[in-house]
């Protein structure tokens, strides 16, 4: 069964919209993480969340961490064309294993 | 600064030849190191991770192997390829087991006709 639930699986918004990607799971995350994907390449590190209610932001994009640790959001504001791409959330369930279950992805497009 | 490279970039191998994806990480030492295959449709799944040379771990059983018989350098290997092994292939690695941060390569395309 997928631990890790993304959502919206795909979305199209227009240039210098805001946006937000959710990842969901039924158990308590010990790291949470976000990366980017072009298609066909491998992924880039976004940021990473540990503590419960944690909040982090690199230029237009947020990540937050609930206080139960099992949710997690991607907000991105004024959305740009290079903002497209794929969003994968990414996290160690098993109590600080390293071993990194990832959801499905979002597919973004930032239509000009 | 660290870098990582995967060879080859993509690759296209008949049904029952043999596999072998190299993955190399220059600029730490005694890195953990993972693979993991991304199939269209199941997202991201962890296939073998180490935590030192001749040390390897899997995660899910299947027709794929794993070696590191240097400290910098993981090799994901098969003695005879099937469909179901197509696949996106990456390497990642981190400095450490614990809530740590994993950096992943370019990554290998992988076509089992």
């Known amino acids: 069964s997928q631990e890790l639930e993304q959502s919206p699986q795909s979305l199209i918004v227009q240039e210098g919209k805001n946006l937000t990607i959710n990842c969901t799971s039924s158990k308590t995350l010990y790291g949470l993480y976000w990366y980017k994907q072009k298609y066909g390449e491998g992924l880039i590190f976004l940021m990473m969340?540990?503590?419960?209610?944690e909040e982090k932001s690199h230029e237009k994009i947020t990540a937050k961490l609930d206080e139960k640790k099992q949710q997690s959001s991607l907000h991105i504001t004024a959305s740009q064309p290079s903002h497209a791409g794929i969003y994968l959330c990414g996290a160690d369930v098993l109590s600080n294993t390293g071993k990194l279950i990832f959801g499905q992805g979002t597919t973004l497009q930032v239509k000009p | 600064s660290q870098t990582i490279h995967q060879w080859p970039a993509t690759l296209v191998q008949p049904v029952g030849s043999p596999l072998s994806l190299e993955c190399t990480v220059e600029?730490?030492?005694?890195?953990?190191l993972y693979w993991y295959r991304q199939a269209a449709g199941r997202g991201l799944q962890l296939l073998f991770y180490?935590?030192?040379?001749?040390?390897i771990s899997s995660e899910v059983p299947q027709n794929l192997s794993a070696s590191r018989p240097q400290d910098r350098q993981f090799i994901l290997s098969s003695k005879k390829l099937l469909l179901s092994d197509s696949g996106f292939y990456l390497c990642a690695w981190s400095r450490g087991p614990a809530a740590v941060t994993q950096y992943f390569g370019p990554g290998t395309r992988l076509t089992v006709l």
């Open positions: 969340l540990q503590k419960g209610g």
């Open positions: 600029g730490t030492s005694n890195p953990n």
């Open positions: 180490s935590v030192g040379i001749g040390q």
